[in-house]
């Protein structure tokens, strides 16, 4: 199992800026991935950002060149540094661990922070 705690949501202003974090513990070996995941109200969720074990990254297109994702392997944590917020990025942001072991895949999940940008 891993545990994921997220933090640091919050209310901004648009054009604001907030930085998540998201600390994985537990049976932490063989991630393959972390990524953060954004739900809308009456939306699915959809992924904003990942981070691959190798270092590469990717990026829902709607945020490129104002959200980045990094990680820091001594303290098992990820974070979204998010800049130049929109109302539209409002949402539950929810980090994510995709797992592979041998031929089996798993994805665990925190219990999601709250983004609120206002206008």
């Known amino acids: 199992q891993v545990q994921l705690v997220e933090s640091g949501g919050g209310l901004v202003q648009a054009g604001g800026s907030l930085r998540l974090s998201c600390a994985a513990s537990g049976s932490i070996f063989s991630i393959h991935a972390m990524g953060w995941y954004r739900q809308a109200p009456g939306k699915q969720r959809d992924l904003v950002a990942a981070?691959?074990?190798?270092?590469?990254?990717n990026y829902a297109d709607s945020v490129k060149g104002r959200f980045t994702i990094s990680r820091d392997n001594a303290k098992n944590t990820v974070y979204l540094q998010m800049n130049s917020l929109k109302p539209e990025d409002t949402g539950v942001y929810y980090c994510n661990a995709h797992k592979v072991v041998i031929s089996s895949e798993y994805d665990y999940w925190g219990q999601g922070t709250q983004v609120t940008v206002s206008s």
């Open positions: 981070i691959i074990s190798g270092g590469s990254t």
